[in-house]
């Protein structure tokens, strides 16, 4: 079976390498040092409260994260609840795969469902492409399959752009640019350290750096670059601790102002710091 898809492929991928665009300007921008010196994160768990406009409880968010062998694995759970799921109900699973040395992404698959539909996407980076299956479920509907290739590396998912981030010294007024995929489509990504604060979340303070986050569109057949503009503007409070995880993200959106703050976070030992690798791993 697999001989088979790769034989299928064959032409896509050809045509993909005979039309590889011309290196973009905004490449002189990226960051490319290997990851920092700042000591690696132990495997844990952090859940997070959502919010809408500040007034209105939307949901919460899990994320595990474990090793498994040379890789980290993150899994991760989101949802609307209460009266918010009335008016738009959502979920989402995610689970990630990245080598834990220099912090490469490896593969992802994310399904997300609202009340019309599911998506679920299976990613596979690689040193030259990153090749991307969509499988679109309408409700009621006959299944959708299509793929695309975006030729362009070494691109980062949503697990290894924070931990990169995280390696670093983030001194006042770093700014790190990384090409990011947190689903079917690429962005360049730059986050920049605008201070030092104590910020008050869920009744406890925590000293914390400030990042702002600039987020623009790659087109991923031409790489051209474009505006993002569902998010306007984008922070993220990371702690200032031996954590270095969000505890504070505020995202100025196209359907309003979304938060997500941090309601706990543990480490996991033994047996439930081991996680496994996803099924289907490879393509």
């Given at each position: 079976?697999?001989?088979?898809?790769?034989?299928?492929?064959?032409?896509?991928?050809?045509?993909?390498?005979?039309?590889?665009?011309?290196?973009?300007?905004w490449?002189?921008?990226?960051?490319?040092?290997?990851?920092?010196?700042?000591?690696?994160?132990?495997?844990?768990r952090?859940?997070?409260?959502?919010?809408?406009?500040?007034?209105?409880?939307?949901?919460?968010?899990?994320?595990?994260?474990?090793?498994?062998?040379?890789?980290?694995?993150?899994?991760a759970?989101?949802?609307?609840?209460?009266?918010?799921?009335?008016?738009?109900?959502?979920?989402?699973?995610?689970?990630?795969?990245?080598?834990?040395?220099?912090?490469?992404?490896?593969?992802?698959?994310?399904?997300?469902?609202?009340?019309?539909?599911?998506?679920?996407?299976?990613?596979?980076?690689?040193?030259?492409?990153?090749?991307?299956?969509?499988?679109?479920?309408?409700?009621?509907?006959?299944?959708?399959?299509?793929?695309?290739?975006?030729?362009?590396?070494?691109?980062?998912?949503?697990?290894?752009?924070?931990?990169?981030?995280?390696?670093?010294?983030?001194?006042?007024?770093?700014?790190?640019?990384?090409?990011?995929?947190?689903?079917d489509?690429?962005?360049?990504?730059?986050?920049t350290?605008?201070?030092?604060?104590?910020?008050?979340?869920?009744?406890?303070?925590?000293?914390?750096?400030k990042?702002?986050?600039?987020?623009?569109?790659?087109?991923?057949?031409?790489?051209?670059?474009?505006?993002?503009?569902?998010?306007?503007?984008?922070?993220?409070?990371?702690?200032d601790?031996?954590?270095?995880l969000?505890?504070?993200?505020?995202?100025?959106?196209?359907?309003?102002?979304?938060?997500?703050?941090?309601?706990?976070?543990?480490?996991?030992?033994?047996?439930?710091?081991?996680?496994?690798?996803?099924?289907?791993?490879?393509?």
């Open positions: 079976m697999k001989l088979i898809l790769l034989l299928l492929s064959m032409p896509a991928l050809l045509l993909a390498q005979a039309k590889t665009p011309a290196t973009p300007t490449t002189s921008s990226l960051t490319k040092t290997a990851p920092g010196s700042f000591p690696p994160l132990t495997p844990c952090v859940v997070f409260d959502l919010s809408w406009n500040n007034l209105l409880s939307a949901g919460s968010a899990k994320v595990v994260m474990q090793e498994a062998g040379g890789y980290q694995v993150a899994r759970e989101a949802g609307t609840s209460g009266f918010a799921r009335s008016l738009w109900s959502y979920d989402c699973v995610m689970t990630s795969v990245m080598e834990r040395g220099p912090l490469r992404a490896v593969f992802l698959n994310h399904s997300e469902t609202d009340a019309s539909e599911t998506i679920a996407y299976k990613v596979g980076f690689s040193s030259l492409k990153v090749l991307t299956e969509t499988l679109l479920t309408p409700k009621g509907g006959a299944s959708k399959k299509s793929t695309s290739i975006c030729p362009f590396s070494p691109v980062d998912d949503l697990q290894s752009a924070i931990l990169y981030v995280r390696s670093q010294a983030l001194k006042q007024g770093d700014s790190i640019t990384r090409v990011v995929q947190p689903f489509r690429p962005y360049l990504t730059t986050f350290v605008v201070g030092r604060e104590n910020r008050k979340v869920e009744g406890t303070t925590y000293p914390t750096i990042l702002d986050v600039k987020i623009r569109k790659l087109d991923r057949k031409t790489l051209a670059l474009g505006s993002f503009k569902k998010v306007k503007t984008a922070t993220i409070w990371v702690s601790d031996a954590w270095r969000p505890i504070e993200m505020h995202a100025d959106i196209f359907v309003g102002f979304i938060s997500a703050t941090m309601t706990r976070r543990e480490t996991l030992n033994g047996k439930a710091g081991q996680g496994v690798l996803p099924a289907g791993m490879s393509f």
